[in-house]
């Protein structure tokens, strides 16, 4: 997370937000073919930020996305995704992110580096993120916005179905890239 700068000496707490899924997305992208790129997200996300403005270090990250609420625009698709080929959302109903640690990268950039939970399966994966600011909205709610990206290699979980193509290559690449933009809101 890119963390705005704050004055040296402050003593401000770590404060805890509830992502709120109605203004966050969870997206990825896969080329498909070899040339084109399918993208999609999950419909249902959850999560709890704390956010420690004066010592980054000290903030944490849990968010979960539910693997049926997965959605590309195509109803066909979409199934295949559920289905055991991909993400098995009968027996691994939630993906799960938990934080390690955050490391300063530059003025700006954070690593956010912690275990991704892809049916059953856990690995270590680093977001790259950027504190994006926080407002209080019209019902007097203090929110934040952060952004996080990351690649994953989908086999890496299990995520090992795929199709050969006539010219060559694969249906799917291995390659998935992951955005999230993440607005949450101050847990009172």
């Known amino acids: 997370m890119a963390i705005s700068s704050v004055s040296p000496g402050s003593t401000q707490e770590a404060t805890t937000y509830q992502v709120d899924p109605a203004h966050t997305v969870v997206e990825f992208a896969v080329k498909h073919m070899m040339f084109s790129t399918v993208k ?6 959850s999560g709890e930020i704390v956010f420690d ?14 693997a049926a609420s997965v959605d590309t625009g195509d109803p066909n698709r979409d199934n295949h995704l559920r289905s055991a080929d ?12 938990v934080s390690k640690r955050i490391e300063r990268q530059h003025d700006d950039t954070y690593h956010v580096i ?3 939970t892809i049916r059953g399966i ?23 916005g952060f952004t996080a990206t ?18 060559g290559g694969v249906l799917v690449s291995d390659q998935v ?6 607005q949450a809101v101050k847990k009172t």
Not at 40 to 45: A, D, S
Not at 92 to 97: D, G, H, W, Y
Not at 177 to 182: A, E, G, K, L, N
């Open 86 to 97: 991909f993400f098995d959302a009968e027996h691994f109903p939630t993906l799960t992110f």
């Open 114 to 116: 912690g275990d991704l």
């Open 53 to 66: 403005e004066t010592d980054p270090a000290r903030s944490s990250v849990t968010a979960s996305a539910e």
């Open 122 to 144: 856990t690995r270590e994966v680093a977001f790259e993120g950027t504190y994006l600011g926080k407002g209080i909205d019209p019902w007097g709610n203090t929110r934040v």
């Open 150 to 167: 990351t690649t994953i290699n989908r086999k890496d979980w299990n995520l090992t179905w795929n199709a050969p193509l006539e010219a």
């Open 40 to 45: 999609g997200y999950f419909r249902k996300v």
């Open 177 to 182: 890239r992951i955005s999230i933009d993440v």
